[in-house]
Every structure is written in C-alpha cells, then in structure tokens.
C-alpha cells in the first residue's frame, strides 16, 4: 500500500514536471525542419517558417532558426541579417557564412561548415523586409519600403518569434549583421531600447551589437572605395588625384551617384572601368566565378566547386540552385503562398527607399553604446566596397564625440598562433577590428577568424593580443 502510494506521489511530481517544463521550453512542432535534402547528419535541431508581422496587410517574414551545436539551453540567441538592401540572411548568413551548412558542389545537398557560429550560439536568421527571399506581403504596395517599417517589421518579428520560443525571452540577445545591416541592426535596437523603456514587463536583454563592413555614413564610405583602389594598385595615381579634386563627397547621395560634376564622374567612370568585371569588389583577392558555366554544369549534375584561396567562388550559384529545388522548400516550410517567381539572393521586386542610405547612422551607435551596451565594428580588409578606411575612421570619430579614450591602442589580434588582424578599442565599449584577409561577407572569407572574432565577442572578452589563446 505505501508503495502503491509513493509510486502515486512519484508519477504526479513527474507529471507536473513534465508539464512545467513544456511550458518553459516549448517549441513550434510546426517549425521543426527534419531534415534538410542531402543535410549530414547533426545533434542540433533545426526551425523554419513563418511570422505575422502585420495580418491585416498580409505580410509576413520568414526565419531559419538553429540551435547551438552543444548546450543550446545555456547559451544566448543571436539575430543575424544581411544588407542589400533587399538580400537575404537565411541565403548569405545561413547558408554561405556562419551557419552550420554550405551547399554541396552540385546544388542538390549540403556540407557541414565546421566554423558554424552555432558552436558559440543559437543562431536566428529572417529574411527581410518582406519581398526578400520567401518573405511576402498580399499587399503589393507594401514592396515599396524603407528603413523605418524594415525595423519595426523586425521588432514585431521578434515578439512574434519569441511567442514561439518563450524560452528565448530572458535570453542574452545579440544583435549582428553585415553591410546595409549597419543600417538596419543599430536601428532595430534603437526600436528595441525604445520598447525597454516604455515596457512595464518584458525587456529586450541586449548584450551587445557587431556589425561587419557596416555602411554607416555614405560621405566617408564612398570615397574609402576608391582610396582602398589606389592603395591597393588597382587604379593610377592620375585617377586618384582627379577623383579627389573633382569629387565632393559631402553632397554624394544614392538616389543621384551622379550629381557631382563631370570631371568626378569622368574619373569614377575611368576608374570602376580600369578596376573592371574580373575582379571581385567583395573581395578583391578572390577569382570570379563564371555563372553561366556554372548553372550549365549544375543541370548536368556535375560538381561545379570552384576554389580560389581555400573558398567556394562558386557557392552562391550553387545555393540558388538548392533553395530553387521544391524539395528543399517544403524541408524548409518556405514559400508557402507560391510566390510568382524564384528563390533569389537579392530581391527583384522590392522597391527600396534610396534616401535612406543618406542616413548617418552614428548618432544611433551613440545611443546603443551610451545604455552600456558594446558595439563592434569589425571589417575584412579584403573588401572594397565597403572598406575598412571607412569605417575606422567612423569608430574614432564616434569615439571622439563620446569623449572616449583609448583602451586598447591599435594592434594585431592573434587567433590560433596567427595574425587575426588589427583591432583598437575606445572606453572599453567600443571596439573596431579587421579580419585580415576577409571580404565584404567576413564569415565566408574567414571561417576561422570570423568566428574566433565571434567568441570574444559573445564572451565579453577582449580579441587575444598574444599568439596564446586566453583562457575562458
């Protein structure tokens, strides 16, 4: 009787566990991807789908979310977004930089990447603004966009998601991206920290921001462009001396490149033409892959990986012939209103603001950093597009009108015994760091740097100025 008794008692404390816990760490069965085609096997599950971000409209944003290869429980979530405007994080972050997998060499399966960030965190990817990817809107006049209903599209994406996942709501959250994403990252958070200050209840627990070869400040970023090609031999001294005599990058604006004078545009025209097609912008080391072989040979089923300096020049053809396959779609819970058109990278029927690209994003950094919260900045030195003559001098400048010292002067970081690049930090909250020999997209360059940049980052350490590892 008394043991009939204490096996009760027992299976109703388990019940009520039991029930307390899926409460606590519940997860969208619906989402739950099961596996990807051609995916190897792994210890981590993987989410897919869908979030509301305004019923009436009907538009909504699609997510690939993926937990941390070991201890998902204990570590933070962290938000990854790519720029364009109007490319895709789940195709770029997910899928070609830091996420678990890249495509395989015929575009009909993957292969594990061995650098994932998820080795440090649970990884969130969306695709958006809506018209970005899978991403939709039953409102078509909605594709006409720009960066203030991206960030609060976002904002209500995230509260959406985390109805999905209440686990994640206490959760440390870092907020990171690449290039327009120095856009729409820091002014998400401003979203979020304007949320905090208004809520009563639930607090977005932001713990820090980075952002990779960021455009934050059109008037400096653009003449760096042409100052990382004649540093670099790309263009003659001649067409340097022109450029900056007949350009006044003050006045440079995205909605009309061209209203400088003739003599500016004379020069940027000889110049982008001496540069040319065969090199790669993004990463000017790299060879360029030829996109018309390649989807050629990807229909015959052939592997068509192509390797220059130890990186796949050909993966983003191979990941849009993955993401086009119907198979993969209905794994991943995609384009579940049938879209008219394909997977594509970048979006062909968004229609974004150009103005907003005018904006200083600095004062934005102000604010994050001013709420305790650390920015980073970190470029690979490999890019021309966005460079890191740019954006070093934007951190010093931030900096400076903070009234910030230096913490850390400006030196090599090491990772695995090797230079990782350069890094300096200002008031101990502001950091900027290279990759050396990264691109534009850091991750996919570097695997290996990136994501040891990554850890310190997510770890609240500073990046190792010794070739020794610091110790966790």
């Known amino acids: 009787m008394e043991g009939s008794w204490r096996a009760a ?36 599950r993987q989410f ?41 994080s789940v195709g770029g972050g997910a899928f070609t930089e830091l996420g678990p997998f890249y495509p395989r060499g015929d575009g009909r399966g993957l292969r594990l990447n061995k650098k994932s960030w998820n080795k440090v965190s649970n ?17 078509s006049s909605d594709y006409k966009t720009g960066d203030t209903r991206t ?25 990171s991206g690449e290039s327009y994403a120095g856009h729409y990252i820091p002014q998400l958070a401003d979203v979020l920290l304007t949320h905090n200050e208004k809520s009563k209840g639930f607090k977005f627990n932001i713990q820090g ?73 993004y990463d000017v080391i790299l060879d360029v892959c030829y996109p018309s072989i390649v989807m050629q040979e990807l229909r015959l089923r052939k592997y068509v990986t192509k390797i220059s300096v130890g990186v796949d020049v050909c993966m983003t053809y191979e990941r849009f012939f993955y993401f086009n396959l119907p198979e993969v779609q209905h794994a991943l819970h995609a384009n579940r209103t049938h879209l008219p058109y394909g997977w594509s990278m970048c979006s062909d029927v968004l229609d974004y603001s150009g103005k907003d690209g005018n904006i200083n994003i600095l004062p934005l950094l102000q604010r994050i950093v001013e ?22 001098t934007l951190v010093r400048e931030l900096a400076h009108t903070m009234g910030f010292h230096v913490t850390v002067p400006y030196s090599t970081w090491f990772h695995k015994g090797q230079v990782g690049g350069w890094v300096t930090e200002y008031g101990n909250m502001l950091t900027f760091a290279t990759v050396r020999g990264a691109s534009h997209m850091v991750p996919f360059a570097q695997p290996d740097r990136s994501l040891g940049l ?7 350490q500073r990046l190792p100025n010794t070739t020794h590892p610091p110790i966790d």
């Open 9 to 44: 008692a027992l299976a109703a404390a388990m019940m009520v566990v039991w029930v307390f816990s899926s409460c606590v760490v519940g997860f969208p069965e619906e989402d739950l991807v099961r596996r990807l085609p051609g995916q190897p096997v792994v210890g981590f």
């Open 48 to 88: 897919s789908g869908y979030v509301d971000v305004d019923e009436k409209a009907g538009r909504s944003l699609f997510y690939y979310f993926t937990e941390a290869q070991e201890g998902a429980a204990g570590k933070p979530l962290t938000l990854w977004l790519n720029g364009g405007p109007g490319c895709s």
């Open 123 to 139: 990884l969130l990817f969306v695709e958006s603004p809506a018209g970005v990817g899978w991403s939709y809107s039953n409102t």
């Open 151 to 175: 960030a609060d599209d976002m904002y209500r994406f995230l509260l959406g998601w985390y109805k999905k996942f209440p686990e994640y709501r206490s959760r440390s959250l870092f907020l």
């Open 209 to 281: 921001v980075a952002i990779g070869n960021p455009l934050l400040k059109l008037d400096r970023d653009v003449p760096a462009t042409f100052e990382y090609f004649w540093s670099h031999g790309m263009i003659s001294d001649e067409i340097f001396l022109a450029i900056n005599k007949g350009c006044d990058f003050e006045d440079y604006t995205f909605t009309n490149p061209h209203n400088e004078s003739k003599s500016c545009n004379d020069a940027i025209a000889e110049a982008n033409g001496i540069v040319g097609n065969y090199v790669n912008n």
């Open 371 to 392: 709420q305790k919260i650390p920015v980073w900045v970190f470029s690979g030195d490999q890019d021309s597009v966005v460079p890191l003559l740019g954006s070093r």
């Open 454 to 460: 990554f850890r310190s980052f997510v770890l609240g």
